[in-house]
């Protein structure tokens, strides 16, 4: 269960950005994940709660976007998905193939709430 | 300030959190961001490497599951080139001594590291190990990561190779069942391999199969710790490894 450390290097993430924002909370964090960074989705969005705790990313919702395995053929340069354990071209079946997408575990972006404009 | 390198990392820096205040009406923004989450661990990953570049020493991790035989793996390997080559080890466990004893006894020097309830190293444990490890003098540092085929493969320890065992009791599909892990190596060692006559369900065949189909690239060595041509094939990887090491640093 590492997804409570990559929570909690999201969180200190999340804060220098709120700091260098002046941000007053947190409303949203968005990630990306793709099945081959060893990252569980699900268990990212339990450790996430206990990571926040008493930042100012406490009730920010976290939204995980799944990103699929992509593999590029080397023989038939067709583009085509693949299961984490089983990248081989989806088009000729053969396995000489690059992973195009699937590694990421990117925090995209964050929405925030900075104070409210002086009263004029 | 790290006593060695003169670097500023110290241990791992905490910043106290700020809390959040309640919802306003301030103005709500969109910050894209686009870093890797791990980015703190990368940047020390990255300096880990110089530093072991600096002395010269190729550094290696080894993952497996627990039992697979990584202690035993690296007792053997001592043996057989003391006297060759200069060895050093950093353990990682949960908990106890028992590894890094292990392998003190075998005259060369270990640190052990003690995660607690962590289920991997990462860079950060390591560059701390290494303010206790005294890295001149030092061929090859192997990193013996916490048995565990899932956590320890995503955090870059600032390595030069990652090595993945298999024990033949542990089943041929394990690739299969651990995709991140095994695409994650350098090398992948098929150990135990003396209990392949007792354990027929065990195939080799297979096992460098599933090995493909996770995109494991990488050669494959198949052996036992008692001796014979797989593992002076490990010990014969290895010193290349160190010799392309010792010429990069030249």
Redesign the interface.
């Known amino acids: 269960?590492?997804e409570l450390?990559?929570c909690q290097?999201?969180?200190?993430?999340v804060?220098r950005?709120?700091?260098d924002?002046d941000a007053?909370?947190?409303?949203s964090v968005t990630?990306s994940v793709g099945?081959?960074?060893?990252?569980e989705p699900k268990l990212l969005e339990h450790a996430y709660p206990l990571a926040a705790a008493?930042?100012?990313?406490?009730?920010?919702q976290l939204v995980v976007e799944t990103v699929p395995v992509r593999v590029r053929c080397r023989t038939c340069k067709a583009e085509t998905e693949a299961a984490?354990?089983?990248?081989?071209c989806g088009s000729c079946k053969d396995?000489h193939?690059d992973?195009i997408a699937g590694e990421e575990?990117?925090?995209?972006?964050?929405?925030?709430?900075?104070?409210?404009?002086p009263v004029h | 300030m790290c006593r060695d390198c003169g670097c500023s990392l110290g241990p791992a820096a905490t910043r106290a959190p700020f809390a959040a205040q309640p919802a306003g009406k301030g103005h709500v923004e969109s910050i894209e961001v686009i870093t890797a989450i791990l980015d703190e661990n990368d940047r020390v990953a990255a300096h880990n490497r110089t530093h072991f570049d600096g002395h010269g020493v190729l550094a290696v991790n080894l993952m497996s599951s627990p039992g697979s035989g990584k202690t035993s793996l690296l007792e053997a390997t001592i043996k057989a080139l003391q006297g060759e080559i200069r060895i050093a080890v950093i353990e990682g466990d949960l908990a106890t001594e028992n590894d890094a004893a292990r392998i003190r006894a075998c005259g060369v020097p270990a640190i052990q590291i003690t995660t607690g309830n962590a289920c991997h190293l990462d860079a950060q444990m390591v560059h701390d190990a290494l303010h206790s490890l005294p890295l001149d003098g030092i061929d090859v540092l192997f990193v013996e990561n916490v048995g565990n085929l899932v956590c320890p493969a995503s955090f870059d320890l600032g390595v030069h190779r990652n090595l993945t065992l298999l024990s033949v009791p542990e089943g041929d599909d394990k690739p299969a069942k651990y995709p991140v892990m095994f695409r994650a190596a350098d090398l992948a060692l098929i150990t135990k391999i003396d209990l392949l006559p007792h354990i027929e369900e065990f195939s080799v065949e297979r096992a460098r199969d599933s090995l493909r189909q996770v995109g494991f690239r990488g050669d494959i060595i198949e052996l036992t710790r008692r001796g014979g041509p797989g593992f002076e094939a490990w010990l014969g990887w290895l010193r290349s490894e160190i010799a392309a090491r010792r010429a990069a640093a030249a």
Not at chain 1, 84 to 88: D, E, F
């Open positions: 269960m590492h450390a990559i290097a999201l969180i200190e993430q804060q950005v709120a700091r924002n007053r909370r947190v409303i990630v099945p081959l960074s060893g990252v008493g930042t100012v990313a406490e009730h920010a984490s354990n089983r990248l081989v396995w193939v992973v575990m990117l925090l995209q972006r964050v929405e925030i709430e900075t104070a409210a404009d």
